[in-house]
């Protein structure tokens, strides 16, 4: 039975920042706006062109880029699905120190027209992808830099709060075997309600290990083996792009009922390359029972779990001729309720891990003995928050607005 646990064009105008920043970064704070409608748009992809360094924004499209002070003058690139994208000079960057950076995205129109010339059976696109995964990504093993942020909501209040830097190493993308992909954290820190009442001692799927367990290119149980194909349903949706490029995109949700509960979403395939680009998927919660044996580890005696919602996202971007694994978030929404009491409590718990550089010659390794194993626990590696310049020149995931204010009264 599969189980997936781990313990827990530029428009209108363009203002810019630098700010003095430690050990010669130049550091650029911004926020990424829709320029059809206004809204500021999550997770859009912040790059430097020419290197491996990057972010993304938060949920209120805000971000942060640190940036050393030497490649400056590459300048930075938006990228998101649907959407042009745009470059911000190393010039426009420098000659603009104190002020934030808006940049605004264009979205790019659905090409109908291509889906129409380019028509294609999606399972026969799905299967093309699966073969040519050795061809589009690496054939090296590569040592990323990602941070890793991980919340407990109760209803909508925060009762944790924990973040880290995490080093992946990724094997070869020969096979799509994960035997040889390994995280450890190097530094984190965390936030927790003392109120007895939140206290939960539950484990779902999430934690530092989802680039290894989410990473649905590499790891052939979570999603898509060939011999998995027969069991789902597959159509074609309308064109879009990302950076850029034209994707196809293949909807898909189960056909048959099997021992373990399979999966329905969406996937990004490159129209070039007929690499995966990214995948939009949820668990498929028809069979509770299956649901919870999947993502449920851990739960105390006369506590009753029921899954509400079970999502992911994974993201890979097209550097050089291959494609590597840059974003993974998982959301886990469930409620939960004891013996003989009236009322149920609702939960959520989210993870997201983005990857802000990447090594391709890597001299060393991630040992067994310090890899961050699926049954280790994360809040118990980490420190408490303390020191407010705790990250220093990481790169991270900016907090949102909430988050903010949800760490100052756990603080309190």
């Not at 971007?317 to 004891?338: E, H, M, P």
Request: with cysteine; net charge positive.
């Amino acid at each position: 039975m599969k189980r997936l646990i781990t313990p827990l064009i530029i428009s209108s105008f363009i203002v810019c920042t630098t700010l003095a920043g430690w050990a010669n970064d130049v550091i650029v704070n911004g926020i990424v706006k829709n320029h059809a409608n206004k809204k500021k748009l999550p997770s859009v992809s912040l790059t430097v062109p020419g290197t491996n360094i990057g972010t993304v924004s938060n949920a209120d499209g805000t971000f942060t880029l640190k940036i050393p002070d030497s490649i400056s003058a590459n300048g930075v690139n938006a990228e998101l699905l649907g959407f042009k994208s745009c470059f911000i000079s190393g010039e426009i960057i420098k000659d603009n120190p104190g002020n934030t950076l808006a940049i605004w995205l264009e979205p790019s129109g659905r090409m109908l027209d291509e889906v129409i010339v380019y028509g294609a059976d999606p399972r026969t696109l799905i299967e093309t992808a699966i073969k040519k995964i050795p061809q589009n990504y690496s054939s090296e093993r590569n040592l990323f830099s990602s941070f890793y942020r991980e919340t407990i909501q109760k209803g909508k209040r925060y009762i944790g709060v924990s973040e880290a830097i995490v080093s992946v190493m990724k094997s070869p993308y020969k096979t799509r075997l994960t035997t040889g992909d390994r995280v450890q954290i190097e530094k984190g820190r965390r936030l927790v309600s003392q109120k007895s009442s939140d206290t939960l001692s539950v484990k779902v799927i999430g934690g530092p290990t989802i680039p290894v367990v989410l990473d649905m290119v590499k790891n052939k149980d979570l999603l898509f083996s060939l011999e998995e194909l027969d069991f789902y349903d597959f159509k074609m949706e309308p064109m879009t792009s990302i950076d850029d490029r034209q994707q196809f995109v293949v909807s898909f949700k189960p056909k048959v009922k099997v021992d373990y509960p399979l999966y329905k979403g969406k996937v990004y395939i490159d129209r070039e390359t007929s690499a995966f680009s990214k995948a939009e998927f949820a668990l498929d919660l028809s069979d509770k029972d299956k649901a919870i044996r999947s993502i449920l580890h851990k739960k105390p005696r006369g506590l009753r779990f029921n899954p509400q919602e079970v999502d992911f996202v994974v993201s890979y971007k097209y550097q050089d001729g291959l494609s590597y694994l840059n974003y993974i978030s998982a959301k886990t929404r469930f409620k939960c309720d004891w013996k003989r009491r009236l009322f149920s409590a609702g939960y959520t718990v989210y993870s997201e891990l983005v990857m802000v550089d990447r090594d391709d010659r890597p001299t060393a390794s991630i040992s067994r003995k310090d890899a961050f194993g699926q049954k280790d626990v994360f809040y118990d590696v980490v420190d408490n928050f303390s020191d407010p310049d705790f990250w220093k020149d990481y790169n991270i995931i900016e907090p949102t607005e909430s988050l903010e204010k949800a760490v100052l009264k756990l603080r309190n």
